[in-house]
């Protein structure tokens, strides 16, 4: 199955502590990126990834951090979890250039 | 840092009216914009990119920047009942992408 597959589906923390999210995609694409979408449903992106170039939201708080280790694997990790940081996370790829965008069916955060 | 604000915050345009949307930028340097649209609980799409001073039409959007005045628009002909949607631009500079919070454009039949 060829797809953009997400971990954990739904994850609870309390403030301060340290989470990750992982992303795969089976699509062969080369660019992959992470969202954040808000109570309002609106998608907010956080970074992109190609070819080992990242791209940056610069409104994107420090203790955001994607690693990657190939082209097919794009994690979020965030340090110190802070309220506001509930949402949903989604995880997408594309070719480079391309508009077309197959996203992840997203991981759901609760900061307590 | 990086600063783009746009404006409105919002806009309703009737059906066949033009639509304008502004973005400002703060870094000078910056080489590569683009507008975006978003449909509520969808990705972005990319309407129109602009890399250099004057225009750039893509079908009815149209991409106008201008460096010295630290500026870019998006004008919409003929908008339609579906073009309502979140718009966003986006700036870029040695790597680094800077978004906009974005127009809420709602088209009136």
């Known amino acids: 199955e060829t797809a953009v597959f997400q971990t954990p589906n739904y994850h609870v923390t309390q403030v301060g502590n340290e989470v990750s999210f992982n992303c795969k995609q089976t699509?062969?694409?080369?660019?992959m990126y992470w969202y954040k979408q808000d109570s309002k449903k609106l998608l907010k992106i956080m970074f992109s990834?190609?070819?080992?170039?990242?791209?940056v939201n610069e409104t994107v708080p420090r203790r955001f951090s994607p690693q990657s280790s190939d082209k097919a694997h794009l994690n979020l990790r965030i340090k110190s979890v802070e309220p506001e940081d509930s949402a949903v996370y989604l995880c997408?790829?594309?070719?480079?250039?391309?508009?077309?965008?197959?996203f992840g069916p997203g991981t759901r955060l609760l900061v307590l | 840092q990086q600063k783009v604000q746009q404006s409105p915050e919002s806009l309703t345009v009737s059906e066949g009216a033009m639509a304008s949307l502004n973005c400002t930028f703060s870094?000078?340097?910056?080489?590569?914009f683009r507008w975006y649209r978003q449909h509520s609980a969808k990705g972005l799409e990319v309407l129109v990119s602009?890399?250099?001073?004057g225009e750039k039409e893509e079908g009815r959007f149209t991409a106008h920047l201008n460096r010295a005045n630290l500026h870019v628009s998006l004008h919409i002909r003929e908008p339609q009942p579906s073009d309502s949607a979140v718009y966003l631009c986006?700036?870029?500079?040695?790597?680094?992408?800077?978004f906009g919070d974005g127009t809420v454009l709602t088209v009136k039949p």
């Open positions: 997408a790829s594309s070719w480079v250039n391309q508009d077309t965008q197959y």
């Open positions: 699509l062969g694409h080369d660019t």
């Open positions: 990834y190609n070819n080992k170039q990242l791209i």
């Open positions: 870094d000078g340097t910056s080489n590569n």
């Open positions: 602009i890399f250099s001073d």
């Open positions: 986006a700036v870029r500079n040695t790597g680094k992408l800077t």
